[in-house]
């Protein structure tokens, strides 16, 4: 008897651990899972279309996703990835914030901090230079919360970073251009970048120096403009005096070509100094149209805010745990010019 | 009665102080200008040309022209700190209602320089009537002038000069008798502006307003409506300085905070020039000789193939010398806080 009621209360204790195992692995299944991520290890692995489709909008339904861009309304640029992510969140059920911070990196520091304390479900963050969001990030991931880079890659890695390979779009654009001066007999070229310390032009002057110094060319000048179009225009215009002969100027970004472009139209050198830069705004185009710049490695700008939903989806889905497994996540370009620039869907957005 | 020989020397000493004590600081700063052109010229390819100098004008004119406008309310013992913000808005403003809100080129221009005028009334009024201190008044007016006009016209913070344009296209980029616009509008607000302070009563009243308020109170001047004049013109300058620079460069950006260097450089002209923080000190020849040295500064600097930050180190050690030069001249005491030149 005694042997029975033992057997028994070992059946119902096992059957009890069984059921109670069971419903945690339905809740994390994922390793490394909390409490406080959600109850996936991704899809199963034969699908329905309707329940997986359920599965996705349970996961995502009332989380609250952050986008804390260097500046918002305005600029193009953010505002395209922001109305790809809020298409996407809206549609599957999740709460999609933007806090702008009007280019004030203290600001933006102290938007993500609340964020952070406030505990939304992720951040997906523009980071202004390398090291600054460094403590953020890892605040953010120390409380459980998904932290996705976009376009400007950080010292510190979010979970994952979606934007441009600004080092090998340098490298190609810079080829471009030491293939055009080549063919005009001409090495002389100058570079033009953004502030220095940010990772834009730390991975532009990394793919584009070796090639100009591999093909033997003359840099004449490396100046910061801080992304600044008047600055851009003022250092061309002082640089174009000095050097007449030049072949080609050189920078990381689209609005300083453009001012760029300008200079060299307003010396009377338009055509005989090529422009050269990374992405291709709306903005650019009309420049290139006009001839004042030449040709840019536009890298797809609504496909890294349309990556970004992705990750994010990817990162909850999962259940992976904040902060413990990361990517690098690159979106493509094209080297786009008058010849070929309405081709391609990564050239002329204007943030709709 | 012997004298030592230290006494001879410290007289010596003295006496030098004295002298260069009763130059007046801008024609100091423009020596050392002039001095900085000889170096320039011995130790940089391509800076003693007529093309050079006739860029190094063309890319000051802006700056010099808000610097004349900073300098007036300074005189008058102010700070305009909205004029970047004012010269942004004027730019932008102008492009949106131009291009994109019906207006034809001239009404905008007219409808940007009232705005500009506006802003200059209100920050006016804030200093002297509701007696904000101005450094309080115009951190505050800069916030509010950008949210409000950013709210109610400007949709973006990148502007593109249409090309259709020609009254700011001229601004920027026309020529009268062979000389750069810019250049000839930075030239008639100089001097317009040295007739003004050195020639005309309430001139000359602004600079006595600046050096002793409560006296230039008791003479009879009409302080309130004196410190309005100075930031109306501060704006009114700004406005127009943000058009040049918006025909120069063919575009005006806000993005990633361009455009707001504009409110240090100009008050670190005007403060190497001689214009004292203090009020009631100062000349626009001291400005046009600050505003010339910066200008040559940065042109060597960048064709020297200097960065930001060696141009910035440079900007702002100049800007220290020039102060503590002044300090080592007129040394303050009591009296010589009260009244100066009156």
């Known amino acids: 008897m005694r042997k029975l009621c033992a057997i028994a209360v070992a059946m119902a204790l096992i059957i009890l651990g069984g059921c109670s195992s069971g419903s945690d692995s339905n809740k994390n299944t994922a390793a490394g899972a909390t409490k406080d991520q959600p109850a996936s290890a991704g899809v199963p692995e034969t699908v329905d279309l309707v329940s997986v489709r359920d599965l996705v909008h349970k996961t995502m339904a009332g989380k609250r996703i952050a986008f804390v861009p260097i500046l918002y309304n305005g600029f193009a640029l953010t505002e395209t990835w922001g109305h790809e992510l809020e298409r996407t969140m809206n549609m599957l059920g999740a709460k999609f914030e933007v806090h702008d911070a009007n280019f004030d990196t203290d600001k933006m520091v102290q938007i993500i901090d609340g964020l952070i304390n406030e505990h939304v479900d992720a951040l997906v963050l523009h980071n202004p230079d390398v090291g600054v969001l460094t403590e953020q990030i890892k605040r953010a991931h120390e409380k459980g919360i998904y932290v996705v880079v976009v376009n400007m890659i950080a010292n510190q890695s979010g979970d994952m970073y979606i934007g441009a390979d600004v080092p090998s779009a340098g490298r190609d654009i810079a080829a471009r251009a030491v293939a055009d001066c080549k063919a005009k007999n001409n090495n002389k070229v100058a570079i033009i970048d953004g502030f220095g310390p940010d990772a834009f032009s730390i991975g532009f002057l990394a793919g584009a120096e070796p090639v100009l110094k591999d093909a033997g060319f003359q840099v004449i000048s490396k100046q910061e403009a801080q992304y600044d179009q008047a600055k851009a225009n003022q250092i061309a215009t002082t640089i174009l005096q000095q050097n007449k002969d030049l072949c080609a100027i050189l920078t990381n970004w689209d609005i300083p070509a453009v001012g760029i472009g300008n200079a060299i139209e307003s010396a009377g050198l338009k055509g005989k100094v090529g422009v050269y830069n990374l992405d291709a705004s709306k903005t650019w185009c009309d420049s290139l149209k006009a001839g004042k710049v030449t040709a840019s490695a536009a890298y797809d700008v609504p496909g890294i805010g349309a990556g970004a939903a992705v990750a994010i989806q990817h990162l909850f889905e999962l259940g992976i745990k904040a902060g413990t497994q990361r990517t690098v996540d690159y979106v493509p370009y094209e080297i786009v010019d008058q010849s070929n620039y309405s081709q391609y869907a990564n050239a002329c957005y204007s943030g709709a | ?342």
């Open chain 2, 1 to 342: 009665m012997t004298t030592s020989a230290a006494e001879v020397r410290q007289a010596g000493r003295a006496s030098l102080r004295d002298r260069l004590a009763t130059i007046e600081q801008g024609t100091l700063v423009m020596g050392l200008t002039v001095v900085l052109l000889l170096v320039g010229v011995f130790t940089t390819r391509g800076f003693a040309t007529f093309g050079n100098f006739r860029v190094v004008l063309m890319l000051s004119s802006a700056l010099g022209i808000v610097s004349v406008g900073q300098s007036i309310v300074i005189l008058g013992k102010g700070v305009d700190l909205s004029v970047a913000v004012v010269a942004a808005l004027a730019a932008q403003g102008s492009v949106e209602l131009f291009a994109n809100r019906g207006f034809s080129e001239g009404e905008a221009v007219a409808l940007v320089l009232a705005m500009g005028l506006g802003m200059g009334l209100f920050n006016g009024w804030l200093v002297a009537y509701a007696e904000v201190p101005a450094l309080f008044a115009t951190l505050g007016t800069m916030a509010l002038f950008d949210g409000v006009v950013r709210v109610n016209l400007l949709p973006t913070h990148l502007y593109q000069l249409p090309p259709n344009s020609h009254i700011v296209r001229w601004m920027g980029q026309g020529h009268v008798l062979g000389i750069p616009a810019p250049i000839v509008l930075a030239g008639i607000v100089f001097i317009g502006a040295w007739l003004f302070i050195a020639y005309t009563s309430p001139g000359r009243l602004i600079r006595a307003m600046g050096d002793n308020p409560e006296a230039a109170r008791l003479m009879g001047a009409p302080i309130r409506p004196l410190l309005v004049s100075t930031y109306v013109i501060s704006a009114v300058l700004a406005t127009i300085a943000g058009l040049v620079i918006l025909g120069k460069d063919g575009g005006y950006s806000t993005i990633y905070g361009a455009g707001q260097d504009i409110l240090f450089e100009s008050i670190t002209v005007a403060v190497i020039g001689g214009v004292s923080l203090s009020g009631g000190k100062g000349s626009i020849f001291g400005v046009f000789s600050g505003a010339a040295l910066v200008a040559v500064i940065v042109n060597v600097l960048t064709l020297n193939n200097f960065g930001l930050l060696a141009r910035n180190f440079t900007r702002g050690l100049v800007l220290i010398i020039a102060v503590a030069a002044d300090a080592w001249l007129h040394p303050r005491d009591e009296e010589t806080a009260k009244s100066e030149d009156l």
